[in-house]
Nanobody
Framework: QVQMVESGGGLVQAGGSLRLSCEVSGLSVEVNDMGWFRQAPGKEREGISCLSFTGRTVYVESVKGRFTISRDNTENTLSLQMNSLKPEDTAMYYC??????????????????WGQGTQVTVSL
């Protein structure tokens, strides 16, 4: 059974930084494409970044240059370093197995249950 446990969220002022972490079990991050998704109040969940098993990274325009996705194969974790945070980054953040292809939307795979996520709140 694939499980993800996200952590690292919190309340931060605009311009600040946070580092999210996702502990993954039941699946190897080393040989699977993985992604970060977020859902703001009243909005649909969106994929914002992914990391393919080959090491390719993809970012949506709104986070490009500010967020960095990475993984630790030994710990089987996925991370998201978020810098220069903006109020519009406020959302619940989730990690998940993903379809990670350049030029295509970052989308979740269909064989898992979402974790609880970690809340990121950016104040002015």
């Amino acid at each position: 059974q694939v499980q993800m446990v996200e952590s690292g969220g919190g309340l931060v002022q605009a311009g600040g930084s946070l580092r999210l972490s996702c502990e993954v079990s039941g699946l190897s991050v080393e040989v699977n494409d993985m992604g970060w998704f977020r859902q703001a109040p009243g909005k649909e969940r969106e994929g914002i970044s992914c990391l393919s098993f080959t090491g390719r990274t993809v970012y949506v325009e709104s986070v490009k240059g500010r967020f960095t996705i990475s993984r630790d194969n030994t710990e089987n974790t996925l991370s998201l370093q978020m810098n220069s945070l903006k109020p519009e980054d406020t959302a619940m953040y989730y990690c998940a197995p993903a379809v990670c292809t350049l030029g295509s939307p970052i989308s979740p795979r269909d064989f898992f249950t979402w974790g609880q996520g970690t809340q990121v709140t950016v104040s002015l």
